[in-house]
């Protein structure tokens, strides 16, 4: 079974510094992974996908990610933390073919101190 | 056009009342689906809808009821329902295939209390 893990609850960082926020898959076949944001008492945002075209991915708002088979990670990184940046970020899996799922990570909190 | 709407972004219910969310888009996508997020939580699966027919059902309890009128619309309706049910309930789109993934774009949600 297909299964995403994200180590820790939250995160904090000073504005400027750097985002990194960390994401494990569990899968025997190639996967889909994705990174969403929610802000507060909105909805889940797209920042980024990785579908097997490039390992290193570049999303919205100056984020990126890297896919590594090897470590079966895909970390979302952005060099400098911005105010705005603070929201629940969630990894996500999916896997080919008809009616697949997408399997959420339980999510990480990234706070941003001035 | 990136965008999906849902209606009303708020919503108090006793737990006799009759309700339902909408969900719109016009991206032209041919799946659809129903999440339930609790406060601190990733969103659950609840239903996917693929080209307007009932596809996925996550074991969803039947006082939840889902509809696709067509391939825009997505409602979902609610009846008797419980406290525990209180909840952000998303609403995605998605293109659609059999083979390969497309990502999901997600609406703003209907902040659902039971009381």
């Known amino acids: 079974a297909q299964s995403v893990t994200q180590l820790g609850s939250h995160v904090s960082v000073s504005e400027g510094a750097l985002v990194l926020l960390r994401c494990n898959y569990s899968?025997?076949?190639?996967?889909?992974l994705f990174w969403y944001v929610q802000y507060p008492n909105q909805g889940l945002q797209l920042l980024l996908k990785?579908?097997?075209?490039?390992?290193l991915v570049k999303g919205i708002n100056g984020f990126e990610a890297e896919f590594k088979k090897s470590e079966t990670s895909f970390h979302l990184t952005k060099p400098s933390a911005h105010m705005s940046d603070a929201a629940e970020y969630f990894c996500?899996?999916?896997?080919?073919?008809?009616?697949?799922?997408?399997?959420f990570g339980k999510g990480i909190t990234l706070s941003v101190r001035p | 056009d990136t965008e999906v709407t849902q209606t009303p972004k708020h919503l108090v219910m006793g737990m006799t009342n009759k309700k339902s969310l909408k969900c719109e888009q016009h991206?032209?996508?041919?799946?659809m689906y129903w999440y339930k997020q609790k406060a601190k939580k990733p969103p659950e699966l609840m239903f996917v809808?693929?080209?307007?027919?009932?596809?996925i059902n996550e074991s969803v309890p039947s006082r939840f009821s889902p509809e696709c009128p067509n391939s825009s619309l997505l409602n979902l309706h609610l009846h008797a329902l419980q406290p525990e049910d209180s909840a952000l309930y998303l609403c995605?789109?998605?293109?659609?295939?059999?083979?390969?993934?497309?990502?999901?774009?997600f609406g703003p949600g209907t902040r659902l209390t039971v009381t």
């Open positions: 995605a789109s998605s293109q659609y295939r059999t083979s390969g993934i497309y990502e999901q774009y």
């Open positions: 899968s025997s076949v190639p996967p889909y």
């Open positions: 990785y579908t097997s075209a490039a390992t």
């Open positions: 996500a899996v999916s896997f080919t073919g008809a009616n697949s799922k997408l399997t």
């Open positions: 991206m032209g996508h041919r799946a």
């Open positions: 809808y693929s080209y307007e027919k009932l596809s």
